[in-house]
């Protein structure tokens, strides 16, 4: 049971450049979130989908657009990276939005901007 | 919005010895706390989670205990382990949310 997978583990990319981070989950679940994890800050989210068809902006969504392609991927687009946006970047699902049903997470994307 | 913080933001301590990392929490509305583990290079993984409606719940070695009236809630590892040394997160909902949010990290680190 692989749970959340996803991929790449790692990416460097230059300034300016686009890139799609992959998220896919087998667990059935309703509800996918995008967080960044930065040194000293915690988990911030980014965007989330309550639901397959539904996207809503978290805490820091500038420069980041999402696509829940079906009710297993969820995937995090950056248009035109910045040096800002290196950081590790954390898939997560859940059963349903509302109800206190715990999030899990995948083991994340480290990417770096130069 | 919610704000929630997490002390200490490193522990160490023997192997065998008790730990406990505290977290506040702003926001009286929520009513979900859970505590996450992470190891290195790894995502964060439930460890034990606690609903408002109950003022401590326990599974094995840990234990999380909340204070709605003070809005804090902590963690308590007891004969603490090698293998418990990892990043530990509290985290809270407000009721009707969608958003977790998140203290930023206690580093544990247990002495063999």
């Known amino acids: 049971n692989a749970g959340v997978t996803q991929t790449p583990k790692f990416q460097v990319l230059k300034t300016g450049q686009s890139m799609t981070l992959q998220c896919a989950q087998d667990?059935?679940?309703?509800?996918m979130y995008w967080y960044r994890q930065d040194p000293g800050m915690g988990l911030r989210l980014i965007y989330y989908?309550?639901?397959?068809?539904?996207?809503d902006k978290g805490e820091v969504p500038n420069g980041y657009n999402v696509s829940r392609l079906n009710k297993r991927e969820f995937s995090l687009r950056l248009e035109s990276a910045a040096p800002s946006q290196t950081s590790v970047y954390f898939c997560?699902?859940?059963?349903?939005?509302?109800?206190?049903?715990?999030?899990?997470f995948g083991d994340g994307t480290r990417l770096s901007i130069l | 919005g919610e704000n929630v913080e997490q002390h200490p933001s490193t522990l160490s301590v023997q192997e065998g010895d008790s730990a406990v990392i505290k977290c506040t929490y702003s926001?009286?509305?929520?009513?979900?706390f859970p505590w996450y583990k992470q190891e290195l290079g790894k995502g964060p993984q439930l460890i034990i989670d606690?609903?408002?409606?109950?003022g401590e719940k326990k599974d094995q070695r840990i234990a999380v205990t909340l204070n709605k009236t003070a809005k804090h809630f902590s963690l308590h590892i007891t004969e603490t382990q090698p293998e418990d040394s990892a990043v530990y997160f509290c985290?809270?909902?407000?009721?009707?949310?969608?958003?977790?949010?998140f203290g930023k990290g206690t580093k544990l680190s247990v002495i063999p």
């Open positions: 997560a699902s859940s059963e349903a939005p509302h109800s206190n049903q715990p999030q899990h």
């Open positions: 667990m059935n679940h309703n509800s």
């Open positions: 989908s309550a639901s397959e068809g539904t996207t």
């Open positions: 926001d009286s509305a929520s009513n979900y």
């Open positions: 606690i609903r408002s409606n109950v």
């Open positions: 985290a809270a909902r407000r009721a009707g949310s969608y958003q977790l949010t």
